[in-house]
């Protein structure tokens, strides 16, 4: 049985209105969940620097590359600790220990393995620059002249076991200018 539709004071049929007051409500629902997740996105401190531990663990310097070093360091970043953009010289290997660690390459040669899966390796992929990836345990990076920003990503300790080919006498990390302008090691 088809009923005549019946129309409200501005004119348009109650379905008519109910669909647009149903729109309107979604879009400020929208809107409001927008606006929240950018305040919250804002309220977010940035990576804290003194929540990573370096640590030197060897250093030699092999005959076959003068004036270059061969360093093994362990890396660890509590939760919510990060560095800003930065840049290491030469060329870095870095495996992810433990954790769940936020990368985003800004410049240099990068190249991801992700962990292999039973005894299969899996295949090496050039990282985009500008875009944070998320790294677990057992993925590495093999990196040259590398330019990056790196954060804790998860709630547990980020442990990265790093060896690089450096020159001697530079230091390990050297914050970039326009962030922070400091060197660091």
């Known amino acids: 049985m088809n009923r005549p539709p019946v129309f409200t004071a501005s004119g348009l049929s109650r379905r008519a209105a109910l669909g647009r007051a149903a ?3 979604a879009a400020l629902s929208l809107g409001h969940r927008l606006s929240a997740r950018a305040a919250a996105q804002e309220a977010t401190p940035p990576p804290d620097p003194e929540r990573v531990v370096g ?3 060897g250093v030699g310097q092999p005959t076959s590359t003068p004036g270059m070093e061969l360093i093994l360091r362990r890396t660890t970043i509590a939760p919510g600790g990060g560095l800003p953009p930065h840049s290491h010289p030469g060329s870095l290997l870095l495996v992810v220990d433990a954790g769940t660690w936020g990368y985003t390459a800004l410049g ?3 190249q991801l393995t992700r962990a292999a899966v039973g005894s299969t390796a899996t295949p ?3 990282l985009p620059i500008g875009t944070e ?3 677990t345990a057992g993925d590495w990076l093999f990196v ?3 330019q990056d920003d790196i954060r804790n990503a998860g709630e547990e300790d980020v442990v990265l076991l ?3 080919l450096t020159p001697v006498g530079e230091p390990f990390t050297t914050f970039m200018e326009n962030m922070e302008g400091t060197p660091a090691s």
């Open 23 to 25: 729109a309107v409500a």
């Open 55 to 57: 640590e030197l663990l």
């Open 108 to 110: 240099g040669t990068i």
């Open 124 to 126: 090496s992929e050039a």
């Open 133 to 135: 990836v998320l790294l």
């Open 144 to 146: 040259e002249d590398p």
């Open 162 to 164: 790093i060896a690089g």
